[in-house]
């Protein structure tokens, strides 16, 4: 189907589109920076300091482990005890991206973040890298690691696949929070003509594996984290390695390749709404409030927020202010915020 089919109006520029578009182009004077700074090489696949399975090495209290599900083992790293909050990573990253968070969220909460199928030291599936399938992977996982009900945290990537696992098992899934992308169908595609990674990425195989050669990894990603205001957070030489794997960086391609796909799937679940409340964090200078119009054509109760000194990637630009307000969201009561700016994360 053609990308334009796809959208509810795809002849009409929507207020959702028009903040998005304003808030990806006030990004776009970062890229050149960032393409002028990449110089570090992809190394070994392999993610550096942490291993596979055992005790983490960030942080006290947090394990590796791996859990069999249908298209491979996949890798995550747990700690903390409580209610189970998930977290799933975005694109071009891994589960490192939560570390900064990891360690506040776990003083309430059994703090569970995945390596994506085919990401970071998961499993490379041979296909269903539409979101929906991932998604019940990732519940699969849930479940044989003893939780039923969970509290989910996504970005980007993980946005998308947070969203129907939320959707189809709302009796699972107690309070939802997503940083930083729209969704599928509701204004992701007003992205596509704003940043050409969008159609290199969902470009057919072999497309993007015959352009992007290891040696091109720190150029291309580091373009990416130019979206970013405070580019010294992200720990991207690790991301480096962890994408210096071709068939990694394939994985990476088919979650793209998919997303016409999860457009149509958005499209025809839309009458179940979400019944939990949803947090939506914009970075301030990236999507801002634009998360939060894109949801509530999902959910009646969407919490809009804004994270202060943040582009795309806010968990690492800013932990401070994700810890504290995912900790008021997921908080068992409400409780006063510290600060004025947290006051939309109260519970």
Not at 21 to 35: P, W
Not at 142 to 165: M, S
Request: net charge neutral; hydrophobic share 40%; proline share 9%.
């Amino acid at each position: 189907m053609p990308l334009n089919e796809i959208t509810t109006r795809p002849k009409r520029t929507t207020p959702v589109a028009r903040r998005l578009r304003r808030a990806v182009i006030s990004t776009f004077a970062a890229l050149a920076v960032a393409l002028c700074t990449t110089t570090a090489s992809a190394g070994a696949a392999q993610t550096p300091g942490e291993p596979a399975q055992g005790p983490a090495s960030f942080a006290p209290g947090f394990t590796h482990g791996k859990v069999a599900v249908e298209g491979g083992n996949l890798h995550y790293v747990r700690g903390g005890s409580g209610p189970a909050i998930v977290l799933l990573h975005g694109w071009p990253e891994t589960w490192l991206m939560w570390r900064p968070v990891m360690p506040a969220l776990a003083r309430d909460h059994t703090v569970i973040a995945f390596d994506l199928p085919g990401l970071g030291d998961s499993a490379i599936p041979s296909g269903g890298y539409d979101k929906a399938t991932t998604a019940k992977r990732i519940r699969e996982a849930v479940h044989k690691l003893g939780f039923t009900q969970v509290e989910l945290l996504g970005h980007d990537l993980g946005v998308l696949i947070a969203h129907p696992y939320a959707r189809d098992f709302p009796g699972e899934v107690t309070r939802f929070a997503v940083i930083e992308s729209p969704l599928a169908g509701f204004g992701l595609e007003q992205l596509y003509g704003l940043s050409w990674h969008f159609r290199f990425n969902m470009s057919p195989a072999p497309i993007p594996e015959k352009i992007m050669d290891n040696a091109d990894v720190s150029t291309y990603l580091g373009m990416m984290y130019g979206f970013s205001f405070n580019r010294e957070g992200i720990d991207a030489e690790a991301y480096y390695r962890a994408y210096a794997s071709p068939a990694r960086r394939t994985a990476g391609y088919n979650y793209y390749r998919a997303f016409p796909a999860d457009a149509e799937n958005n499209l025809a679940n839309a009458s179940k709404r979400l019944p939990m409340p949803v947090l939506a964090i914009g970075g301030q200078y990236s999507f801002g409030t634009g998360v939060a119009d894109s949801f509530r054509q999902v959910a009646d109760d969407v919490r809009p927020v804004v994270a202060p000194d943040a582009g795309h990637f806010v968990p690492e630009e800013n932990p401070g202010f994700v810890a504290d307000c995912a900790n008021l969201f997921f908080a068992a009561q409400d409780t006063a915020p510290p600060r004025p700016e947290l006051a939309p994360c109260v519970r």
